[in-house]
T-cell receptor, first 119, second 116 residues
Framework: GAVVSQHPSWVICKSGTSVKIECRSL??????MFWYRQFPKQSLMLMAT?????????EQGVEKDKFLINHASLTLSTLTVTSAHPEDSSFYIC???????????????FGPGTRLTVT | AQSVTQLGSHVSVSEGALVLLRCNYS??????LFWYVQYPNQGLQLLLK??????LVKGINGFEAEFKKSETSFHLTKPSAHMSDAAEYFC??????????????FGTGTRLQVTL
C-alpha cells in the first residue's frame, strides 16, 4: 500500500518549452502533496505544497509562474515547468500524505522521481 | 524554524561492521524525526520514524535509531552492514505542532559505502 507514482520517469526537452510532470497516489487519497527538487549529490528542497482544490503554497524563492502546480483530484497533482531553461534541469520528486491517516502520522510517501534535462 | 545536521557527507564501512549515521536536529517544539534511504535515481523510502512514543525506534532492514532529547540527536545504526545498504541516507524533521500539512526539513544526506 501507499504507492506514489510519477510520470514520466525522465524527460529531455529543449530550452523554452514546457514540461508537465504527474504525481499520482495509486492506492490512497491524498489531500496534500509536496513537490521537491534535488540537485546532484544534494538534499531535497521543498518547492511547494499542493492542496487538492486550492492554490499551492510555494516556498520562498520558488517562482510561482514558472513552476505551475495543479492538484485537481485527491489522487493527482501536476507540476508544469514553463519555459524551461538548462538551470531547471534537476530531479523532481513528489510526495503525498494518506488522507486516511491522522494528521499526527506526519508520514509522507515519496514517488520515484522525474529527471528533467533541459538542452 | 527547524533544521537538521548530518555529520559526515560520506561514511564508509566494511561489510559486517557497525553502521552509525549521525543526525542532530534543532527545533523550538517537540519534533517528529525521520530517516529515509534513497537509492540512485529513485525516490525516498522511509526507514523509520520517531513520533513521541518509544525513544528507541526500530525500522526496516535492521536499522534503528534512538531519540535523545538531551543531545538533540537521532542517530541511525545497524549492527552489521550489508552490501545492499549502500545508498544515500537522509534525516528529516517535522514540526508536530503544525496545524496544517506538515513540512519536512531534510538534512544534507550521508552517502554510505559498504566495502568487502
Amino acid at each position: 500500500g501507499a504507492v506514489v507514482s510519477q510520470h514520466p520517469s525522465w524527460v529531455i526537452c529543449k530550452s523554452g518549452t514546457s514540461v508537465k510532470i504527474e504525481c499520482r497516489s495509486l492506492d490512497f487519497q491524498a489531500t496534500t502533496m509536496f513537490w521537491y527538487r534535488q540537485f546532484p549529490k544534494q538534499s531535497l528542497m521543498l518547492m511547494a505544497t499542493s492542496n487538492e482544490g486550492s492554490k499551492a503554497t510555494y516556498e520562498q524563492g520558488v517562482e510561482k509562474d514558472k513552476f505551475l502546480i495543479n492538484h485537481a483530484s485527491l489522487t493527482l497533482s501536476t507540476l508544469t515547468v514553463t519555459s524551461a531553461h538548462p538551470e531547471d534541469s534537476s530531479f523532481y520528486i513528489c510526495s503525498a500524505r494518506d488522507l486516511a491517516w491522522p494528521l499526527s502520522s506526519y508520514e509522507q510517501y515519496f514517488g520515484p522521481g522525474t529527471r528533467l534535462t533541459v538542452t | 524554524a527547524q533544521s537538521v545536521t548530518q555529520l559526515g557527507s560520506h561514511v564508509s564501512v566494511s561489510e559486517g561492521a557497525l553502521v552509525l549515521l549521525r543526525c542532530n536536529y534543532s527545533s523550538s517544539v517537540p519534533p517528529y524525526l525521520f530517516w529515509y534511504v534513497q537509492y540512485p535515481n529513485q525516490g525516498l523510502q522511509l526507514l523509520l520514524k520517531y513520533t513521541s512514543a518509544a525513544t528507541l525506534v526500530k525500522g526496516i532492514n535492521g536499522f534503528e535509531a534512538e531519540f535523545k532529547k538531551s543531545e538533540t540527536s537521532f542517530h541511525l545504526t545497524k549492527p552489521s552492514a550489508h552490501m545492499s545498504d549502500a545508498a544515500e541516507y537522509f534525516c528529516a524533521v517535522s514540526d508536530q505542532n503544525t496545524g496544517t500539512a506538515s513540512k519536512l526539513t531534510f538534512g544534507t544526506g550521508t552517502r554510505l559505502q559498504v566495502t568487502l
